[in-house]
């Protein structure tokens, strides 16, 4: 079981940047993918930002060039740091760990409760 606790989340101006945290505890196993997902007011939560313990990483279309996501295996880590936010990347963003296991690759994933950025005036 891997218990994931979100943070850095708040209240920013559209051009500023946030620094949002994961910090995963449990029973973490090394070939966890992580990633960090969002969602909207009336929305569906959509992928943001994954990166795999090798450190490949995939952004959605709406942030790339803005957004990087990283991670500290040893500390059990991830990050994602938020630039030249907009009004529309206003969302609960929630961190989540994600693996395969077994012969018939079931997936098990792993959410955060999620910390709010709020991006307006």
């Known amino acids: 079981q891997v218990q994931l606790v979100e943070s850095g989340g708040g209240l920013v101006q559209p051009g500023g940047s946030l620094r949002l945290s994961c910090a995963a505890s449990?029973?973490?196993?090394?070939?966890?993918?992580k990633g960090w997902y969002r969602q909207a007011p009336g929305k569906q939560r959509e992928l943001v930002a994954t990166i795999t313990n090798g450190d490949m990483t995939n952004l959605a279309d709406s942030v790339k060039g803005r957004f990087t996501i990283s991670g500290d295996n040893v500390k059990n880590m991830v990050y994602l740091e938020m630039n030249s936010l907009k009004p529309e990347d206003t969302a609960v963003y929630y961190c989540?760990?994600?693996?395969?296991?077994?012969?018939?690759?079931?997936?098990?994933?792993?959410w955060g409760k999620g910390t709010l950025v709020t991006v307006s005036s």
């Open positions: 449990g029973s973490i196993l090394s070939y966890y993918s």
């Open positions: 989540n760990f994600h693996r395969v296991v077994g012969p018939n690759s079931y997936a098990m994933d792993y």
